[in-house]
């Protein structure tokens, strides 16, 4: 069974940073996309960033280019979210997402998807 568990959310000034986990279990996920979506209140789920386990390519959202870096631990089967010059609209729950066989022009696609973590919350103060 799959599983995705993300840690790391919390309450931070605007210019900070955080850095999100997403611990993987359940498969080999050598082959997966991993994906990174956030939420705010009222809004829909929107597309931050994805890249394949390999690291052959990633895709950010131009709203996160240069302040956001996505990486992996092989060894730990854990996927980071590095989140810099925090900004208050980058407030919204973020999500963990993993799909097994994507490409990269879907790889922003919620829908995409196959697997999904909890979420954690980021509230980022003004």
């Known amino acids: 069974q799959v599983q995705l568990v993300e840690s790391g959310g919390g309450l931070v000034q605007a210019g900070g940073s955080l850095r999100l986990s997403c611990a993987a279990s359940?498969?080999?996920?050598?082959?997966?996309?991993m994906g990174w979506f956030r939420q705010a209140p009222g809004k829909e789920r929107e597309f931050v960033v994805a890249?394949?386990?390999?690291?052959?390519?990633?895709r950010y959202a131009d709203s996160v280019k240069g302040r956001f870096t996505i990486s992996r631990d092989n060894a730990k089967n854990t996927v980071y979210l590095q989140m810099n010059s925090l900004k208050p609209e980058d407030t919204a729950v973020y999500y963990c997402?993993?799909?097994?066989?994507?490409?990269?022009?879907?790889?922003?696609?919620?829908?995409?998807?196959?697997?999904w973590g909890q979420g954690t919350q980021v509230t980022v103060s003004s």
């Open positions: 997402a993993a799909a097994l066989v994507t490409y990269y022009s879907e790889s922003s696609s919620a829908s995409t998807y196959n697997y």
């Open positions: 359940g498969r080999t996920f050598s082959s997966y996309v």
């Open positions: 890249g394949i386990w390999s690291g052959r390519w990633t």
